[in-house]
């Protein structure tokens, strides 16, 4: 099966650097997006293709990639980036996988 | 602009069906496929499928396999999810979402969400 696997919460003061992972075997050849859902709301795309950020969504979000690993970084993390982050792939043509989804807590 | 916009909020008893239905617009519908996704309460994003709204044809993830039907109607743009033998697990919010990449480029279009309640 295709699994990505994600840390339950990350924790980061207003200014600071946030960066959440996922992992996963599928993730060494394909590539990964990442999705902004905050409380009540349907999930917003932030990055894909690893690296690239769609238009709108601010500089201070950013995407890396690493062997079977992706990371999505938040530099100088705001109050309004609070939310549940959810990486995401297609393991082939047909099938798609989001990840168990990260919390992360700016305070 | 793309809109795909939901039905309302379902409530069912065990055992009951549901179909959910999302009506695109501001693009051709044929040329992108629909994909339905489940957010239980208080959990991640469960990727359902997705169906072909040129051929129709749909592609269930695993879990979503036997009681999960993706169908069309071409004619008003819309796409629906039924499920049947409703349980009470089955108690989440329903999106459809246009995941696409394109030239380059990807892009994401979702439905508001419905809530189906489940419960006797």
């Known amino acids: 099966s295709y699994e990505l696997t994600q840390p339950s919460s990350v924790s980061v003061s207003p200014g600071q650097t946030a960066r959440i992972t996922c992992s996963g075997d599928v993730l060494a050849k394909k590539s990964a997006r990442w999705f902004q859902q905050k409380p009540g709301q349907a999930p917003v795309l932030v990055i894909y293709?690893?690296?690239e950020r769609p238009s709108g969504i601010p500089e201070r979000f950013s995407g890396s990639s690493s062997g079977t690993t992706v990371t999505l970084t938040i530099s100088g993390a705001q109050i309004e980036d609070e939310a549940d982050y959810y990486c995401?792939?297609?393991?082939?043509?047909?099938?798609?996988?989001f990840g168990g989804g990260t919390k992360l807590t700016v305070l | 602009q793309v809109q795909l916009v939901q039905s309302g909020s379902e409530s069912k008893k065990p055992g009951a069906s549901v179909k959910i239905s999302c009506q695109a617009s501001?693009?051709?519908?044929?040329?992108?496929?629909m994909n339905w996704v489940r957010q239980a309460p208080g959990q991640g994003l469960e990727w359902m499928g997705w169906?072909?709204?040129?051929?129709?044809?749909?592609t269930y993830a695993r879990a979503f396999t036997g009681r999960c039907v993706f169908s069309l109607d071409t004619s008003v743009s819309t796409a629906y999810l039924q499920i049947s033998s409703l349980k009470a697990e089955d108690t989440a919010v329903y999106y459809c979402?246009?995941?696409?990449?394109?030239?380059?480029?990807?892009?994401?279009?979702w439905g508001q969400g419905t809530l189906v309640t489940v419960s006797s």
């Open positions: 169906i072909n709204t040129d051929t129709g044809n749909p």
């Open positions: 995401f792939s297609a393991p082939d043509i047909s099938l798609r996988v």
């Open positions: 501001g693009y051709t519908f044929s040329r992108h496929a």
């Open positions: 979402a246009r995941l696409d990449c394109s030239g380059g480029t990807c892009y994401d279009f």
């Open positions: 293709k690893d690296t």
